[in-house]
């Protein structure tokens, strides 16, 4: 298995739209659904979420011209670019300690490293034959990899990205099921590796072995649960004030439109348990699974999320870039409801904590995505880099791109 | 005798797919799928109808190994993506099935239709499930297929775009599989 480098190198943002209208004329969005054209002709724009978006044969040719971004809307002062796109399915992200940025996938089979050289960029496959890869973690130096139902790593995964070895696995005692069997993972400020197990359905009297996160050494050893009733978190980061764990979770369906809502949760101390399945949002005990149990026997969220919002990522704002009323705020990308009759979320939230680590106040901080109940891009997960600028992956797309704050307003004065 | 036959020219045709254009290659997937859209292979499904998306997606699912089906993932091996996309909207073009002509269970199928609303299928697959997108059309679909899918859906062997159809599936019993198959197989 060579893991093979894209041969496609391209300048940042203008040139690359200029660079592929020139090499794709005939672009359009609309999902394939009309009779196809003759095969002569140049294929038509890949719809949003294909596969094949990003595959290195030469119709990777992903809309960067047609992404969304001038549809969408920041607070006064911030901005966004195109950080890269043609990258099938992009999730979870990861800034490694030299700048480079990885990108797991949840329908693809492989992980992406993107490196910024000169104003250019530059695509590396760093792993690949993997199942949902969906989860990414980066610790001194080592990329940690989540697929379906197993852990690997990738040391020194920055200086050897041109010939990376076969990531090596270091857990695997995982459940194999599809439903909410991806995964998001972190690395803790207690320097051990956090893996949750949703549960294995919509609304399901789970084993001792979902519904949870664990945590575990790097690797891979002493594994243990950490929080419990936990339906689905596709995010969690640590306060820097307090080093405590907080986590989005997605709530039940098909109980009502409106409820439960979404949860952002905080764990105090290890073993809590958060009402999955039996209590949800925090005061409504499930219909099916309530009975002979009370919400209070739970830990409550910090915050409602929306109804099937779907918040993923999430992380503390740790940057200086943005404004002094964003640091260690949290920012959370919302997927957006999938059956909901009118779509809610896709659009990333900012939640501001007191001193305490409850949520003071929350404010929409991006949003567009959403249009005559539709989507024109999924948000997934944030990241923040080095500069304090943050990147916001769209699997719908298969793009990334980049908040900055302030040079636009600079620039035009 | 039908099944083998076209199993064989499947098989030896697979071999040279890699120099054929899409219009030579499609036949090759019509002797098992149905030359109308409509497959009279047993757990073979009907490809008439589906939209462009989801058959473009299940084509690169067996290219790359993610969808297992050892005839299909020999097939699409060592296809292109312009290939997967040219056969996915050449296919896409067939007719839709009709139902199923055999002998309908009164009582199965009204316990498949409380299943289909019971489990909501409609609110992806639409109120005809016809599809869309990456969403299949399981009207008229072949009932062996249809039963084996959901069979493997709840097993976690049928690995799809994500994984809804798993979740929907973990509380259908096996005798609701068989009911909804045979409802959906007679969807009108």
Known sequence: MTPFRLRRTHLLFSSTIAGLLMAAPVLSQQPAAQPAAAPAAAPAALPPGSPLIGRPEG?????????????LKLPPGFNIEVYASGIANTRSLRVGSKGTVFVGTRFGNKVTAIVRKDGKVETYVVAQGLYRPNGLAFHNGTLYIAELSQISKIDNVENVLDNPPKPTVIYSDLPKDEAHGWKFIAVGPDNKLYVPVGQPGNNVLHDKDHGQIRRMNLDGTGAEVVARGVRNTVGFDWNPKTRELYFSDNGRDWMSEDVPQDELNRVTAVGQHFGAPHCYQGNLPDPEFGWGHSCSDFVPPVALTGPHSAGLGMRFYTGKMFPAKYHNAIFLARHGSWN????????VVVYFLNKDGTVKSSEVFLSGFLENN???????????????SMLLSDDWNGAIYRITYGKQKVASK | MRLVAAAGLALAAGAGLRAQTVGER???????HGEKGQSATPEVPSLGGQPAPYLLIQIYLFREGQRVVPLMNQMAKGLSDDDLRALSDSLAKLPAPAPSSEAPDPARIERGRAAITRHRCNSCHGLDLAGRDNIPRIAAQREDYLARTLREYKSNARH???????EVLGPVTDAEIADLAHSIARYR
């Open chain 1, 59 to 71: 119709n990777e040719a992903a809309p960067a011209d047609k992404l969304p971004i001038s549809k």
């Open chain 1, 340 to 347: 909901r009759s009118k779509k809610f979320g896709g659009d």
């Open chain 1, 374 to 388: 539709s989507y024109i891009g999924r948000p997934v997960d944030v990241e923040v880099m080095a500069d304090g």
């Open chain 2, 26 to 32: 499609v036949p090759v997937c019509l002797a098992c």
């Open chain 2, 160 to 166: 799809g775009y994500d994984g809804v159809m798993a």
